[in-house]
Nanobody, 127 residues
Framework: QVQLEESGGGLVQAGDSLRLSCAPS????????MGWFRQAPGKDREFVAA????????YYADSVKGRFTISRDNAKNVVYLQMNSLKPEDTAVYYC????????????????????WGQGTQVTVSS
């Protein structure tokens, strides 16, 4: 069983940056594909970014492309989401997720393909 814990959320102003972290407990996650999703009040959970377990492949939602960067450090057992040029519409609870049994260069972008989820961290961007 993999338990994920997000950190790094907070309240910032438009144009600011934040870096979210996700660390698993229970086992190393170096062979898991990882992703970030977000959910704003009254909206469905949406895909944000994904990274293969090798780290060689990444994929982004159009809404964050060029502003957000997903990365991972398998030696430290952590995945990051660097968020720059934040906008009020980025306000949401951000969740990290892990998928197992995926080839090393494959990214996973559908929420139902992820087996493990964190509890989420709130990001609020004021205008």
């Amino acid at each position: 069983q993999v338990q994920l814990e997000e950190s790094g959320g907070g309240l910032v102003q438009a144009g600011d940056s934040l870096r979210l972290s996700c660390a698993p407990s229970g086992r190393t996650f170096s062979s898991y594909a990882m992703g970030w999703f977000r959910q704003a009040p009254g909206k469905d959970r949406e895909f944000v970014a994904a990274i293969s377990w090798s780290g060689r492949s990444t994929y982004y939602a159009d809404s964050v492309k060029g502003r957000f960067t997903i990365s991972r450090d398998n030696a430290k057992n952590v995945v990051y989401l660097q968020m720059n040029s934040l906008k009020p519409e980025d306000t949401a609870v951000y969740y990290c997720a892990a998928a197992e049994g995926v080839q090393s260069t494959v990214v996973v972008i559908r929420w139902y393909e992820y087996e493990y989820w964190g509890q989420g961290t709130q990001v609020t961007v004021s205008s």
